[in-house]
Nanobody, 126 residues
Framework: VQLVESGGGLVQPGGSLRLSCELSGRTFSSYAMGWFRQAPGKEREFVAAISWTGGNTYYANFVEGRFTISRDNAKNTALLQMNRLKPEDTGVYYC????????????????????WGQGIQVTVSS
């Protein structure tokens, strides 16, 4: 499985970004997809996940309704729409995929997902 992220960058507080992740090498619809992030000096943390069909989504508590994860199985792409961004959202965002994980909660360990993208920088600053 190969995952390639795009869409990161610099945005002012309160602004929006949309991250995209394209999966290749396997059948996209067989994978649950998600996003983790890592801020400087902090551990990698779960952000959001979406089930194989897109019918179930899960978010970390800190998202507070600001982010939306979605997927387009026809385009092999997962999206993370991030609105009302805060400086504390700054970090490297990683797209993840896993065919064997059962999504049922709002908290996941990095070890729950076996495939990772290279990461993309998101900076929220004025």
């Amino acid at each position: 499985v190969q995952l390639v992220e795009s869409g990161g960058g610099l945005v002012q507080p309160g602004g929006s970004l949309r991250l995209s992740c394209e999966l290749s090498g396997r059948t996209f619809s067989s994978y649950a997809m998600g996003w983790f992030r890592q801020a400087p000096g902090k551990e990698r943390e779960f952000v959001a996940a979406i089930s194989w069909t897109g019918g179930n989504t899960y978010y970390a508590n800190f998202v507070e309704g600001r982010f939306t994860i979605s997927r387009d199985n026809a385009k092999n792409t997962a999206l993370l729409q991030m609105n009302r961004l805060k400086p504390e959202d700054t970090g490297v965002y990683y797209c993840v995929a896993e065919s064997a994980v059962y999504l049922s909660s709002n908290n996941y360990s990095p070890t729950d997902f076996g495939s990772w993208g290279q990461g993309i920088q998101v900076t929220v600053s004025s």
